[in-house]
């Protein structure tokens, strides 16, 4: 290793690099900032203006796009062509090129940032550089990512050489380093053009951490952040306490956190399976767990739960009686910690954003060759839109657990069926293949509590059988979408029982 280009926005370690690179004779050029940095710390630098005979132009915006540069780094040294124009036109070979890049993504996270000034922080000669050393891996080692400096720098000081093996990895992560960059800026563009399915959709995340496998043992798994994840989302959680987070906990949690999210007063939401088993409200959250747990006393156990106030001691000493996988909570307070850190196993997640006011954004899945993509279901509740279709007309008390009821509905699969009662869920039917079988398992689950209880439903009644359901278990209220075609049954239905139903004009679908 004869010579090596370093020019690095993070110049963590970068120093340390370059004494041993220059320990090992290697020569350094570099540029800017870095050259300064190098030079302060009395290393032996030459700027690649030196190096080219020819100065940064245009702000440098132009200083790496040089034949002298991007022919010492493609040159391949085993063909005889290439060593002969590289004589003829005066060409040196660098061997290592170390570069990372401008900091786009912390321009645009920081408030108050002009376009004009993200703009200049879309890089152009460094991922030129690093795409061509990641082109010629064979002959240039490339590296992106402080991790691999010790690597490089023994390579260069006569310890083991970098194998065809490292130098793929090497190229590999320098080309995923690119992609990231190119990614993200073109996000950042196609939002602010209004683009929001653009005809080609360019996804990068982050990898938070390697999971011990998937939703089954057989199978490999990892959770990934978004590159502009805030602290109000599950990416951005801090886990205060327990073990590892299995894929099936951040799934379930990820739920959990979305349900909660729907409410102003004190709420504590249980999910199980990614299924809210029971939801509680109160005027404190000790109050609203209580109703959560009462809700479901079976299914909670081992369940996720999620609150939505700051957990404190007295919501704490009732949690610790029962069996939980996840707590989550916007704070922790001391007492609180004190109480369930004594559950060796209890994982702890503190949210400090989970009130903030849900962003509308995209969610995706994937499908065999392909991905789903849509707008996040993010509609605001708003009753006084809500039309009555029956003679009685739901009293005000109905109508609040009815907001209730249509808030948890839309985060339960379909066919879904949710029965409030008081302050809590008493009955949820979930996922069946026809809506009166999902009726049928939330009332059987209310028992006694269906009576005088409000019903939601996440999407039309395409008959009048689960209207009849309720009816013969005391339900007293619906809300329901409407827009089916056989809608005057269901309301006939509700009338002869003395129902009140309304319509929203708006399904909660839940298919995955």
């Known amino acids: 290793m004869r010579r090596a280009l370093i020019s690095v926005s993070d110049k963590t370690g970068i120093v340390e690099l370059a004494q041993k690179l220059a320990a090992a004779g290697v020569e350094i050029l570099s540029t800017g900032g870095t050259s300064r940095a190098l030079r302060e710390a009395g290393v032996a630098v030459k700027d690649v203006s030196d190096f080219t005979g020819f100065p940064e132009i245009l702000d440098g915006r132009v200083k790496t796009l040089h034949p002298r540069v991007h022919g010492g780094i493609l040159a391949l040294r085993d063909r005889e062509e290439h060593r002969r124009q590289m004589e003829e036109h005066g060409l040196l070979p660098i061997d290592a090129v170390v570069v990372n890049l401008y900091p786009f993504r912390e321009t645009v996270s920081r408030p108050g940032t002009r376009f004009e000034e993200i703009v200049e922080q879309i890089d152009i000669g460094g991922p030129s550089l690093i795409r061509a050393a990641a082109k010629n891996h064979r002959h240039v080692a490339v590296v992106v990512d402080p991790a691999d400096y010790d690597r490089l720098a023994e390579a260069a000081g006569g310890g083991a050489p970098l194998g065809e093996g490292d130098r793929l990895a090497l190229a590999a992560k320098a080309f995923r380093h690119t992609a990231a960059y190119d990614a993200v800026i073109a996000g950042y563009l196609s939002d602010r053009a209004g683009e929001r399915f653009p005809e080609q959709l360019t996804l990068t995340y982050d990898r938070v951490q390697s999971l011990r496998y998937g939703e089954n043992p057989h199978q490999p798994a990892a959770f990934y952040r978004e590159p502009f994840a805030g602290p109000s989302t599950l990416a951005g959680a801090r886990q205060l306490h327990g073990k590892e987070l299995s894929y099936n906990n951040l799934l379930d949690a990820d739920a959990a956190l979305h349900l909660v999210r729907e409410f102003e007063g004190p709420t504590a939401v249980a999910v199980k399976h990614t299924n809210p ?233 839940r298919h995955g």
């Open 277 to 509: 088993c029971g939801v509680g409200w109160g005027e404190t959250l000790a109050d609203a767990f209580h109703e959560a747990y009462e809700a479901d006393p079976v299914s909670i156990f081992g369940g996720i739960i999620a609150v939505n106030r700051p957990l404190d001691g007295e919501t704490a000493r009732q949690m610790k009686e029962i069996f939980l996988e996840i707590v989550i909570a916007p704070e922790f307070t001391p007492e609180a910690l004190e109480i369930l850190t004594t559950k060796k196993n209890l994982r702890l997640l503190e949210i400090p954003g989970l009130r903030e006011p849900v962003r509308e954004g995209l969610s995706a899945r994937t499908v065999s060759g392909g991905l789903l993509v849509q707008g996040t279901d993010a509609a605001p509740v708003v009753p006084d839109s809500w039309r009555p279709v029956t003679k009685r007309i739901p009293s005000r008390a109905e109508l609040e657990q009815m907001a209730l009821a249509w808030r948890v509905v839309k985060h339960v699969k379909s066919n879904a069926i949710v029965l409030v009662h008081g302050r809590r869920t008493v009955g949820v039917g979930a996922g069946q293949m026809n809506r009166v079988g999902s009726a049928r398992i939330a009332i059987a689950q209310a028992g006694e509590l269906a009576r005088g209880s409000v019903m939601a439903s996440d999407a039309f009644f395409p008959m009048s059988d689960t209207v009849e359901e309720a009816a013969k278990a005391g339900v007293t209220a619906i809300v329901q979408p409407g827009g089916s075609i056989r809608d005057e049954e269901s309301i006939r239905a509700a009338d002869e029982a003395g129902i009140a139903m309304v319509f929203t004009g708006m399904r909660h679908f």
